[in-house]
């Protein structure tokens, strides 16, 4: 008797957490950062490939897409450790973020590299055993945690706000070596002031798959039912990727 009490009293409160999911999610503060080809403005819409994934996963929940605050990527990563429920994305997943968040994904691989151009006078350089010059990367982002997992040291790592101060500091060669994320990376090469510019690849630092991070705020049954959604959709998901030219 005991024992059926109990699995009642589970199945009660599994169909309460179903009828509530969906207030849940809409109580979320959804947040990302321009950020392309994975999200980014595009005639004031925001697009990208976490952006249509976040679509099919959301419309599998039968939950109406959310108003997505678009911050730099500071700011929104400080606000996903306060008290309010959140989600960040895209996330990489590292050893020093894994107990700040809860995680669903993965949504994409993705690597850092680090970088000079053809001028700097560096033609080699290992950061695993190297530390000799300063790196400048971005702040709370992989291309800072890639150098710290690698031992570079705090003093040697010069953090800026945003990729594109990162990239603007690497046109004028106001320093030699660059961190650099491949997705930011593959998309600037494009451009037209960077077209013809000598970049030189000296390593690859991390291997990495980015996630949607949610707040320890949330309850993990919102995380759970994501998690279950994302991987339901997975063949769209494989499809998005493959038409922005990125990998699972």
């Known amino acids: 008797m005991k024992y059926l009490l109990r699995v009642a009293l589970l199945c009660w409160s599994c169909l309460a957490q179903a009828d509530e999911l969906p207030d849940m999610l ?8 321009d950020y392309p080809p994975l999200n980014y403005l595009e005639n004031g819409e925001l697009t990208g ?9 959301y419309t599998k929940l039968g939950v109406p897409f959310p108003d997505i605050e678009v911050l730099p990527w500071s700011r929104a990563y400080h606000l996903l450790q306060t008290d309010r429920p959140g989600m960040l994305f895209t996330m990489s997943r590292t050893s020093a973020r894994e107990n700040l968040f809860q995680w669903a994904g993965p949504t994409h691989a993705s690597r850092t590299f680090l970088v ?5 006078g560096i033609d080699r350089y290992d950061p695993a055993t190297e530390h000799d010059l300063p790196v400048v990367a971005v702040k709370s982002d992989v291309t800072q945690y890639a150098m710290q997992e690698l031992g570079y040291p705090e003093t040697k790592i010069e953090l800026v706000d945003s990729n594109t101060t990162l990239f603007h500091m690497l046109l004028n060669k106001r320093e030699q070596l660059f961190s650099v994320a491949d997705s930011p990376f593959g ?27 949610f707040s320890q705020a949330v309850d993990p049954a919102v995380v759970r039912a994501f998690q ?3 991987d339901s959709v997975r063949d ?9 030219g990125l990998n699972y």
């Open 26 to 33: 809409t109580q979320l503060t959804v947040m990302t950062e």
């Open 49 to 57: 490939a976490s952006a249509e994934i976040l679509h099919l996963v």
């Open 228 to 230: 279950q959604a994302l």
């Open 236 to 244: 769209e998901q494989l499809a998005i990727l493959s038409k922005y």
């Open 187 to 213: 998309v600037i090469r494009k451009t037209e002031d960077f077209r013809d510019f000598p970049f030189v690849v000296l390593a690859t630092t991390r291997n990495s798959q980015g996630y949607f991070a």
């Open 116 to 120: 000079t151009y053809g001028d700097s």
